[in-house]
């Protein structure tokens, strides 16, 4: 690995990090919640070797919310389980609006911890680049966080993604505008290895609270890494 690329693959694990923190605490929220129905069904059973008729009532309403218990960690495993399959492949076809959505599910905690929100309309037609789909999350995911660090209180954040004649890109719009957008600040994003990798190119608006990240239709390198 060159000594060029060892801050990106350690930016790399910084986010693997991130993501997996997030959602570990996810499972144990669900494990929680599945634990204290359990403690519920038990004192239920309890009262009933003293006499007391099962409640009905009380044990569908527990059966309903262990089954719900149950599909939302069954949909953080699908979750994890593709994020963990995003490194599988150097390069590959990358549908940007489709990985865009998937960030947003991935980072969704981390998103409501920010009381953030976003509006991501999905594209009429789909947005392709040939690139590494597991940088591709992260550049996507470290955009999303700079624009949340930008937003306007109570205003989603909107985020496009757009074919265009010089390459796929992704608009990140309705933050705050004219002299309170920090121009400096997400200019800053360009200095990153992640946007050197890919290529990418940043244009700011800042008179309408906008930025644009355009992403080459494919990566100058086939690899990631030096092997």
Not at 129 to 149: E, Q, V
Not at 175 to 204: H, N, Y
Not at 209 to 214: E, H, K, P, Q
Request: hydrophobic share 45%; charged share 25%; glycine share 6%.
């Amino acid at each position: 690995m060159t000594d060029t690329k060892q801050p990106l693959a350690m930016d790399g694990a910084r986010f693997f990090g991130e993501m997996t923190a997030t959602i570990s605490h996810e499972l144990k929220n669900v494990m929680a919640i599945v634990n204290e129905n359990a403690g519920l069904l038990e004192d239920m059973v309890a009262m009933n070797r003293q006499g007391a008729p099962f409640p009905a009532e009380r044990i569908e309403k527990v059966s309903q919310s262990v089954s719900r218990q149950i599909a939302r960690a069954d949909e953080i495993l699908q979750i994890m389980n593709r994020f963990a399959h995003s490194a599988d492949h150097d390069s590959e076809a990358v549908d940007v609006g489709e990985t865009l959505q998937f960030v947003a599910k991935l980072t969704d905690r981390l998103i409501m911890m920010q009381g953030a929100e976003f509006n991501m309309p999905t594209p009429a037609k789909a947005v392709i680049t040939t690139t590494n789909r597991f940088f591709l999350a992260y550049l996507i995911w470290h955009c999303m966080a700079a624009a949340m660090a930008r937003r306007q209180p109570g205003a989603p954040i909107r985020i496009t993604a757009e074919a265009t004649p010089e390459g796929p890109c992704l608009v990140f719009a309705d933050m705050d505008k004219g002299a309170k957008f920090p121009t400096s600040a997400v200019s800053s994003l360009e200095m990153e290895e992640i946007f050197g990798w890919f290529g990418a190119r940043l244009t700011i608006f800042p008179e309408i609270g906008a930025f644009r990240v355009l992403l080459p239709e494919k990566r100058r390198e086939e690899q990631p890494f030096n092997r």
